[in-house]
């Protein structure tokens, strides 16, 4: 008797772990059934506004058409010009709801037709004309670009924009040879530390680079001379250089548009390609706007031939997206990796940040507390405090509005680095 009870148990237990392990297959199988293999994570933007606009989504991931590449994503670069879309203050741009992003690093997981240059599995990065902060691009072949081996996903993506819109201004733009000098404004952001790596290439060039005091002592061996954004910079360089100096890069347009002019020797260029004064509370001001234009310098241009002075302006989205300057900045992007691969230049990456952290990433832009670049890394996953703030929506994008505004007084989490 003891025999037959011994062996129904048996039988019993086999059959419940049989069972077990069935309900795991079952679930397993529903779980891989729920997952669409043709959607994708990617960061929505509602409406221009405030930091609430934001979401985390699933959309219908793209597939590549004729002479486009398929990037799945891993890594994003995010910029000032990020948070002035977001805010609505650029010119002509596309009606949300919409994905921002125009840089980003990744694997090539496709290729459209007649498509050529590149193969399944290359790593590389891109401008994309929006639509970057996602799991999955296409973007024309034109504007891709294969990563030097040594380069990690993060530092490719905070390359392309940067240091081309750097190496343009001071080689193209105001022609930079050896000896000469530059006023970087916001020196401690990701264009000025391109700025500052690729002037270090030139012999003998001089850097004055303005940034807020508690970036000094961060970048202080990346330039020659550092001031204050606050103070009478325009005084403390003429202390150095009485002439003044041969190239001033300005970001922020403003009243340092009628400074930078005037600090410029005969043949200087002044070069303007950000108009970031504009930008002060979390979403757009049209009195910000208003001061901004009211502080620019009202240039004569027989002022300029008098005193034998440049003003230019520069957009490198302009011209690849609207001026057909592909194949141009594809030359830029060729003397540039040829710079890295000689260790001459190389990204500084300021903090990384999960998708679903797009929201304080971009706060920490707004505060301009970065140094380097911001990286929004898709495979990193957010901390629980900020995860909850990402809750998934439509397509649409569509969210409940915040009653009490777009946030302007609400308690930032902590960020990350």
């Given at each position: 008797m003891a025999n037959v009870t011994t062996d129904s148990a048996d039988i019993a237990e086999e059959e419940t772990?049989?069972?077990?392990e069935n309900n795991f297959v079952v679930e397993a199988e529903n779980v891989a059934s729920s997952i669409d293999p043709k959607e994708m994570r990617a960061v929505i933007l509602a409406g221009f506004g405030g930091l609430n606009k934001l979401r985390v989504t699933k959309k219908t991931m793209p597939e590549p058409q004729h002479g486009e590449v398929k990037i799945r994503v891993k890594a994003c670069g995010l910029?000032?010009?990020?948070?002035?879309?977001?805010?609505?203050?650029?010119?002509?741009?596309?009606?949300?709801?919409?994905?921002?992003?125009?840089?980003c690093s990744g694997i090539v997981e496709s290729i459209g037709e007649n498509t050529h240059g590149f193969e399944i599995g290359d790593r590389v990065m891109a401008f994309v004309c929006y639509n970057a902060w996602a799991e999955v691009v296409c973007t024309p072949v034109d504007y891709v670009y294969k990563m030097p081996d040594?380069?990690?996903?993060?530092?490719?993506?905070?390359?392309?924009?940067?240091?081309?819109?750097?190496?343009?201004?001071?080689?193209?733009?105001?022609?930079?040879?050896?000896?000469?000098?530059?006023?970087?404004?916001?020196?401690?952001?990701?264009?000025?530390?391109?700025?500052?790596?690729?002037c270090s290439s030139v012999p003998n060039v001089t850097v004055f680079g303005i940034a807020s005091c508690s970036k000094h002592v961060a970048i202080r061996d990346s330039v020659t001379h550092i001031f204050d954004r606050n103070a009478d910079y325009v005084q403390e360089v003429k202390k150095i250089s009485p002439e003044g100096v041969d190239i001033v890069l300005d970001c922020l347009s403003g009243e340092h548009n009628g400074k930078g002019l005037a600090l410029l020797k005969p043949l200087g260029a002044y070069v303007l390609y950000g108009a970031s004064n504009m930008?002060?509370?979390?979403?757009?001001?049209?009195?910000?706007?208003?001061k901004s234009w009211w502080q620019v310098e009202k240039v004569n241009p027989f002022k300029l031939y008098e005193e034998n002075k440049v003003m230019a302006g520069f957009s490198l989205l302009n011209l690849l997206f609207k001026q057909g300057g592909g194949v141009r900045v594809k030359t830029v992007m060729d003397k540039l990796l040829s710079l890295y691969n000689q260790g001459r230049i190389k990204p500084v990456v300021d903090s990384l940040w999960a998708l679903e952290e797009v929201k304080e990433a971009m706060q920490r832009i707004h505060d301009r507390g970065n140094v380097g670049k911001l990286?929004?890394?898709?495979?990193?996953?957010?901390?629980?405090?900020?995860?909850?703030?990402?809750?998934?929506?439509?397509?649409?994008?569509?969210?409940?509005?915040?009653?009490?505004?777009?946030?302007?007084?609400?308690?930032?989490?902590?960020?990350?680095?």
């Open positions: 772990e049989h069972m077990i910029n000032f010009v990020d948070l002035m879309v977001r805010q609505g203050n650029i010119d002509s741009p596309p009606k949300p709801p919409l994905i921002p992003g125009f840089e040594k380069m990690s996903f993060q530092e490719a993506a905070a390359f392309s924009l940067n240091y081309v819109a750097a190496y343009m201004m001071l080689f193209e733009v105001a022609n930079l040879r050896e000896g000469m000098s530059v006023l970087v404004h916001s020196a401690g952001g990701s264009v000025g530390q391109a700025v500052a790596q690729l930008v002060t509370g979390e979403t757009k001001s049209f009195f910000s706007i208003a990286i929004l890394d898709i495979e990193k996953s957010p901390t629980p405090l900020m995860a909850n703030d990402s809750t998934e929506t439509s397509e649409a994008g569509e969210e409940e509005e915040d009653p009490e505004g777009d946030n302007d007084n609400k308690e930032r989490m902590p960020f990350i680095q």
